[in-house]
């Protein structure tokens, strides 16, 4: 998004100064139509929000990304299942679990208005031009495609991993602030008794915002309301 609005080479000392978080968003860059400000945030939805976009991933691949962060970081010493227990029922963060986090923005005053654009990690990594093209076009800028499509270029997995080389962040002394981006990787690193750990507390959300959840599609094939109510949700 820095280099769509700026058109300059986007490094992380770059973002972090142009497009500031809530506290010092005014050192900001007034990139925005009348002279607005694109403002990074991890917060939960507050009333000053009037107009946001909203990037969710789906929570278990959320999980173990924050789980090898905070990890490198030292902040969190314990294995996977003591996380998972922490990450959706106690404070691993300032910014709630992860399944309050998304209800907050999802239930807020703006949802499901024009206010309010919920994007898709997912949706980034499959067609990142299409996504940021509709970011663009949310924000009611006016964008060259070549620009949208030289950002997309200038920041993929592998270039980012060159700019963190570059310029290292606190995760990167024992492990990467850049990892692999995966797209569903818990399918394969999550036991069967995390995954219904995991659902047990935020499958509700998981399948609110289309994800799969297994224990209530195994509900569905016993019980008809059952798949409807899965299915309003999705």
Known sequence: ???????????????????RGVGRHTLGLRAL??????????????KEYKRAIYLVRDGRDVALSEFAYTSALEFFQGDLDQFLQTFLCGKISGFA???RHVSSWLDSPIAETERLMVVHYEDLRQNP????????????????????QRAVTNNSLEQMKKKEVAEPQKA?????????GFV?????????????????????????LG?????????AVHSGPALQRTSSLS
């Open 1 to 19: 998004m820095y280099e769509i609005l700026t058109g300059q080479e986007a490094g992380f000392a770059a973002v972090n100064a142009g497009i």
């Open 33 to 46: 139509p009348e002279n607005g400000r694109l403002i990074a945030t991890h917060e939960q939805y507050r």
């Open 97 to 99: 679990p992860w399944h």
């Open 129 to 148: 031009v299409q996504g940021f093209t509709s970011i663009a076009e949310f924000l009611g800028l006016d964008v060259d495609p070549k620009r949208i």
């Open 172 to 180: 990167s002394m024992k492990d990467r602030f850049v990892r692999n």
């Open 184 to 208: 569903q990787g818990w399918r394969s690193k999550l036991t069967d008794q995390q995954l219904e750990f995991i659902e047990q507390h935020a499958g509700s959300v998981l399948a609110r």
């Open 211 to 219: 994800y799969p959840v297994f224990s209530q599609q195994q509900t």
